[in-house]
């Protein structure tokens, strides 16, 4: 006799989804910070600093993959409990301050980096590929994808708080001593989540080795997987590249750094707040619909910042929170969906590799947000920018037109790629 499926109510739920709080603990730190830090604190030009980005960014990629196939073999929660303090550790030593010059200094940042990418992949992709044992229908998969997207929103207002008291402190040694309680709290919460007991059985382990043949029939008989894809990386090019350009935008164009910190914590409020008015047009109108308005409204904020170049804290805030807001949208469409596309929009015959196909997804959004925000800094520093100093006119047209114009054509390709998503029968369950 089968055993029966322990329901999912909102404790596991609320318990599961702590781990991606865990996870944009990290996350969140290294969009808002690390391409600053890099230029600002260390020295680093733009254009090597975005060099250093999108090589970490590849490798994450390259790396998750290779972890997706480990994962698919053996216990994806074993993979988050056994990487979860050596990520702890790694994710302190990017931000350390290093006595170091030219060279030596970029390498050391992207050894950091690269070291740090692959024990992040080696936690984050087995944890959402979890959701697959963890939530048994699509309805308890909508609600976990909500949760951990205002559990993440949450996250990132605490990294952009915190670490901007810890800067204060301490200009140079802050990002340092922010990453410190930051990296403590998410391993305890990685380790509570790592031992969580799925709901269902999982996929059994490939019985044959994996031929690359076999993935790519898998992934081309899989539409809903292309689509979904290409819709998110136009979402994560989008707000890679105004993430990161904040910083910058507050320092040189507002003229208050302080004033980035403040903006990076309301977008986070905003996204938590925007989070279940998605839900709520999710169950009324179907994914499709939620993402395409989703898609508009961050559309038309980028497009306000490119006409508008607000100078003042006060609409440019308003502009960035538009933005989360609606970019928010398209990630929680992104994480309600993906479990549901894995497990259902391929061959009902396919061979199965949740796991793997999860690390695909990742792979394409971390090459698309490393060349994104290469593009950016190489653009940039190709303006004229000199960090510290006094922009020029010229630079600072520059920094608002690259930081609009690029997120506002990735944002189109993500709202065209949901247009030709197929109306399979979970998307509006």
Known sequence: MQAAIPRLGWGRSLLFASGDFACNLYWQSITFYLLFFYTDTLGLSAAVAGAVTMVAFIWDGIAGVAVGIAADRRSPAGFVRLNAVPLALAFVLIYLPVPLTGAWLAAFALIAHMAFRTLYVAVNVPYAALTVGIAPDSISRSRIAGLRMILGASAALLVALGTQAWIAASPR?????????????????????????????????????????????????????????????????????????????FKYVVGDAAGASTALAMMSVAGVVAIPVWMMCAARFGHRIQWL???????????????????????????FILFQAGGQGLFFGFWALIPDVVEHGGRPDAPRMDVLLFAIAALLQKVTQGVAVAIFGALLSASGYVAGTAQTPNVLTALVVLASGIPLAAMAIAGMAMIGFPSFRLDKA
């Open 173 to 249: 040694f802050g990002y340092a001593l922010a990453a410190i309680p930051f990296a403590i709290a998410g391993t305890l919460l990685l380790i509570v989540v790592g031992n969580m007991r799925a709901t269902r059985p999982t996929a059994l382990p490939p019985s044959k080795p994996l031929h690359l043949k076999t993935l790519l029939m898998v992934i081309a008989d899989n539409r809903a997987f292309l689509l979904l894809n290409l819709g998110i990386c136009g979402a994560v090019a989008s707000m890679a590249v105004l993430t990161r350009a904040i910083p910058y935008y």
């Open 293 to 319: 308005v989703s898609a508009s409204v961050a559309g038309l904020a980028l497009l306000a910042l490119l006409l508008l170049r607000p100078s003042a804290a006060l609409p440019a805030n308003i502009v």
